[in-house]
């Protein structure tokens, strides 16, 4: 699903320029480390990333289809064989299967039947194969319905109202929306929300068509039969959309979770299929309604229309079936040799709309190489101090499924061992490096990339990324994949990353063929992420302090305040702050300074013995916490955390201080000096916190 990387909201940093790479580590430490990621650098196979991403995308295969299983069971003896530890973790999701049943067909004022799956072409052997299945929206409802038809843009919330605006009903006709500005469930949502009968989402190609260049299979972009597939459920939580804050556990196993009836979800009931933009130019080139408002134009060679009045009469029909279907994560483990119980998570989802070779699978193979590498090391007697896990999660695709399930499963075990979840969701989808993370997690990341070289070049990872800047940009976490319930739900610092290009994003073109031609033809960029990514890991699990970044917090949060007081002062001008907070951010940031300060004379000059390590690093678990909130969310209490989410409206887009950010799309100031105290109290609590820690380290 990954789309959080379009959707972030980007800082550049100039200290991490000339930040340590020794974090965490005491000085006589500091020359093994340095042994031990040369060591794993060079046991990096180069040859291995191709062999798993061409077998992992052999076939199409979707959660819960038997191809998926094969997939399982291949990742599970990699690892196996690698000496990691693998368990698989078995849920039952309510969920669409397959596509069932559809059709899109003009009635009026001629009678065509539209196509819905991509063409077959010659030259890529992989269009033809009979396990490809139509365009289909996952959760779509079920319904015949023949109407007129509305187009709506990219059917945002504003989109909707613009209509409104203007006088167009979309009461009982069938919306067509193109992809692009939110998730797809939102347009849904909107659609049914105003009295919709249907909904038809299309790829336009202003966004990815012949109007951006050349399109497959010449070039990287849709050409007119590609169509993006997806998932719609919306609901106010994420995961299984039976068993919120609840595993989904098998129904035939010893534990009995309660289920909610369907009929009492959020489940979409209007049919919602998507289509390319050949079919969508047969519909749009009928209309003759009002012309378009400006920015509502695409680049279909004609003026586009908000109707078609009632001479245009299209015909949607979808019968998708919903019922319980068992998914598996795989999760792979090195244990700790020294500190067992404290958790490094590495993950991506295997599941996949087509054969999957960006998204997902360029992460998933990259895993498997890592797997293969720290395997190799524990072997040689160079294992990890803390546990390293690599999980593949299932049905991700539908909803950020399998995750959220583990999550919620393992709730516990995270909230007292983890120290970090790592996200690798499409992670080696081109050429171009980028990332966002907590604020935690951001110096080790940068300090990895400089380690690390940028095939082809003679420059690091670190000095392609950060360009011509001062320093790279890292982003905020958003919407759109697995780090969601460690980050939002519990309080894991997480990171999401990897290198993004050209993509045929959820289309049946997105083969291993497409990746051979346009993506990496060397096959280089995986092992290189794989090297960034198992130098962060190795520091995160061998460091004898947890290598947070503590000062980031002071940072980041007086950008993001100042951030939202502008957001709140665009419609409330008599507006002043959130006084308490200001107040507790001057604190954080003194006492983060001198936490700072008194743990590098530690690391340096002292030594510390285990059961000060383990204490100190309990409590650096525990900072994160400090943001989330028993209250939650008032746009649903599933989310937990003060610091981020992701934005309710749109699905991708990041929202800092999402208590906040939720009244100002509200245009409301009723509740805040109520999250001026929550905020304040979550900071204070951060703050003292850090005082328990600097008063261990004197």
């Not at 979840?421 to 171009?432: A, H, P, R, T």
């Amino acid at each position: 699903m990954r789309r959080l990387l379009v959707h972030i909201v980007l800082f550049s940093f100039s200290y991490l320029a000339t930040a340590q790479s020794n974090d965490g580590f005491l000085a006589q430490s500091q020359t093994t480390e340095k042994q031990v990621e040369d060591y794993f650098l060079k046991t990096v196979d180069f040859d291995q990333y191709k062999i798993h991403l061409k077998t992992l995308t052999q076939k199409p295969h979707v959660a819960g289809s038997k191809a998926n299983e094969e997939v399982r069971d291949y990742m599970a003896n990699v690892m196996k064989n690698a000496g990691l530890k693998v368990e698989l973790y078995p849920y039952d999701i309510y969920m669409s299967k397959n596509p069932g049943s559809s059709l899109i067909e003009l009635v009026t004022p001629i009678r065509e039947p539209l196509n819905q799956q991509e063409f077959i072409l010659e030259g890529d052997a992989y269009s033809s194969s009979a396990d490809l299945w139509k365009g289909w929206n996952a959760y779509s409802g079920s319904g015949d319905v023949t109407a007129e038809v509305v187009y709506a843009n990219y059917g945002t919330k504003e989109d909707f109202e613009k209509l409104k605006e203007l006088g167009v009903s979309v009461k009982g006709k069938i919306v067509l929306a193109r992809y692009g500005q939110n998730f797809r469930g939102y347009k849904a949502k909107f659609a049914e929300e105003n009295g919709a009968a249907g909904l038809i989402i299309y790829t336009d190609p202003a966004d990815s068509g012949f109007t951006k260049g050349l399109v497959y299979p010449e070039g990287v972009y849709s050409n007119e039969s590609a169509i993006q597939r997806g998932s719609v459920l919306t609901e106010e939580f994420t995961g299984d959309p039976l068993t919120p804050y609840e595993p989904a556990l098998p129904l035939d196993g010893k534990k009995k979770i309660k289920r909610l009836d369907p009929k009492d979800t959020n489940m979409h009931t209007i049919p919602v299929t998507p289509i390319g933009y050949g079919s969508a130019q047969k519909i749009l080139g009928l209309m003759s309604g009002k012309v378009v408002p400006e920015g509502w134009q695409g680049g279909l060679p004609f003026t586009y229309r908000l109707d078609g009045g009632d001479e245009l009469k299209l015909r949607l029909m979808v019968d998708q079936k919903r019922d319980f279907v068992r998914v598996h994560n795989v999760v792979g483990t090195i244990k700790g040799t020294e500190y067992p119980d404290e958790w490094i998570i590495l993950g991506c989802h295997y599941d996949a709309w087509g054969y999957g070779a960006t998204d997902p699978n360029s992460g998933t193979a990259m895993l498997l190489g890592l797997s293969e590498s720290l395997g190799k090391l524990a072997k040689e007697g160079k294992g990890p101090k803390r546990s390293i896990l690599i999980a593949h999660w299932d049905a991700e695709e539908h909803g950020v499924i399998g995750s959220a399930e583990w999550v919620e499963q393992m709730k516990d075990e995270l909230n007292a061992k983890a120290v970090a979840y790592l996200n690798f969701d499409g992670g080696v989808s081109g050429k171009k490096f980028g990332a966002s993370a907590s604020p935690t997690l951001k110096k080790v990341l940068v300090e990895a990339s400089k380690e690390v070289n940028y095939p082809e070049t003679e420059k690091t990872v670190y000095e392609v990324w950060k360009g011509d800047k001062d320093a790279p940009k890292i982003g905020n976490l958003g919407g759109g994949s697995d780090h969601i319930g460690f980050y939002m739900h519990v309080g894991v610092p997480s990171l999401s990353g990897g290198t993004s290009g050209p993509t045929l994003y959820h289309t049946n073109y997105d083969s291993f063929g497409f990746y051979e031609k346009f993506v990496d033809p060397s096959f280089k960029m995986g092992p290189m992420v794989e090297q960034l990514v198992g130098i962060m890991t190795l520091r995160l699990a061998n460091a004898e302090i947890i290598p947070y970044d503590v000062k980031r917090y002071a940072t980041d949060l007086k950008l993001h305040f100042e951030k939202a007081t502008a957001g709140v002062k665009s419609f409330d001008t008599n507006f002043e702050g959130f006084d308490l907070v200001d107040s507790s951010l001057v604190k954080l940031e003194e006492v983060a300074a001198r936490f700072e300060t008194r743990l590098t004379t530690v690391l340096n000059n002292g030594s510390l013995s285990k059961n000060e390590i383990n204490s100190i690093n309990s409590k650096m678990l525990a900072l994160e916490k400090s943001f989330i909130d028993s209250k939650g969310m008032y746009y649903g209490d599933w989310y937990k955390s003060l610091y981020a989410s992701t934005d309710p409206f749109s699905g991708y887009a990041s929202w800092m201080l999402p208590g906040i950010e939720y009244e100002i799309s509200l245009k409301s100031s009723d509740r805040l000096e109520e999250w001026d105290m929550r905020y304040s109290k979550a900071i204070d609590n951060l703050s003292s916190k850090i005082n328990v820690l600097i008063s261990e380290l004197n």
